[in-house]
């Protein structure tokens, strides 16, 4: 039995970055929170002439949560404005979406790229004179598939 050398490292899941491929700004991949990354496979039921003790169950094709980006509002978004052009105007022009783990030194840990992805929502929060907080925008994209880099 082979003992491993180095114990095993558990990065933080609080450095990250947010890559849109095309859309490039100071602040456009700072995000407080990326959710979303879940892959699931399915499974269909066949039954069995004569059988009926079971049925077969075969998977399906994965299935994706959409990908959540929330931030902080920024004004004159790049970003905003590409989810808004889908949203408004139903213009849609799927891009590529690289989610960065990121440690210390900002060299990426664990990358995710996304494919073809689109808005499919744009939230503003809720403006409430009693608290003291800042406006946050989240956006919701629907993507082909996902693959993770390394």
Do not use: C
Request: hydrophobic fraction near 40%.
């Amino acid at each position: 039995m082979d003992i491993p050398k180095d114990p095993p490292f558990y990065p933080a899941a609080f450095s990250f970055k947010v890559n849109v491929v095309g859309i490039n700004g100071s602040y456009e991949g700072s995000f407080q929170e990326v959710s979303g990354i879940s892959i699931k496979l399915g499974s269909i039921s066949i039954k069995e002439g004569g059988e009926n003790r079971f049925e077969h169950r075969l998977p399906n094709p994965p299935k994706y949560e959409n990908l959540v980006l929330k931030r902080g509002m920024i004004l004159n978004s790049k970003l905003i404005t590409w989810a808004r052009d889908a949203v408004e105007n139903f213009t849609i022009k799927p891009k590529n979406v690289i989610v960065n783990l990121i440690d210390d030194t900002s060299a990426p840990l664990a990358s995710w790229s996304f494919k073809n992805a689109y808005p499919v929502s744009l939230k503003i929060s809720d403006l409430k004179a009693q608290d003291n907080a800042i406006v946050l925008e989240t956006l919701e994209l629907s993507y082909a598939y996902f693959t993770r880099v390394y």
